[in-house]
């Protein structure tokens, strides 16, 4: 909900699917139903690894976007996917790493640059997922979409 209403400017987070695997309480599946721009995906997979407010929170976070989504022409721009993640060692938290499918790995830092590295952190892997696997928990949008919704008179009537 918190990242929905940092970005509520944005179309982007209006409609974030959460799913939980089935069989698990830590496994979880994010969807966008407005597909970001790949800067604020890479904004949002930043958040999610470093939550406002929450201390000592040490997840998993992969995120995978299609190349044919991207309008600019990036040096990573390769193949159908790239993953992006945040790097063991990130001290900065403000830029996150991405793999294609290639294995080259680059930092993308959000200042707006990108860089090459001369090392592979992570090799890219596609990370199946089934969503006959997963239950759907919620939907969530930016609270003033929300507000905005609930303010329809349930007694109003045409």
């Known amino acids: 909900m918190n990242l929905a209403n940092l970005y509520a400017n944005t179309e982007f987070v209006r409609g974030i699917q959460l799913f939980r695997k ?18 604020r995906f890479n904004y949002f997979v930043n958040y999610i690894e470093y939550p406002i407010g929450l201390e000592n929170h040490s997840p998993f976070t992969r995120g995978f976007y299609r190349t ?6 990036y040096d990573f721009k390769n193949g159908d996917w790239i993953m992006v993640f945040i790097s063991k060692t990130d001290k900065e938290y403000d830029n996150v790493h991405i793999t294609n499918s290639s294995n080259r790995n680059f930092v993308f830092d959000f200042g707006g640059s990108v860089k ?6 992570e090799k890219f892997e596609l990370i199946a997922t089934d969503i006959e696997n997963y239950n759907h928990i919620i939907d969530i949008y930016p609270s003033k979409d929300f507000e905005q919704k609930n303010l329809k008179s349930w007694w109003k009537f045409w």
Do not use: C, M, V, W
């Open 22 to 39: 089935k069989g698990t309480t830590d496994s979880f599946l994010i969807l966008f139903t407005n597909t970001p721009d790949i800067e």
């Open 68 to 73: 044919d989504q991207i309008d600019k022409n």
């Open 116 to 121: 090459a590295l001369n090392l592979i952190e």
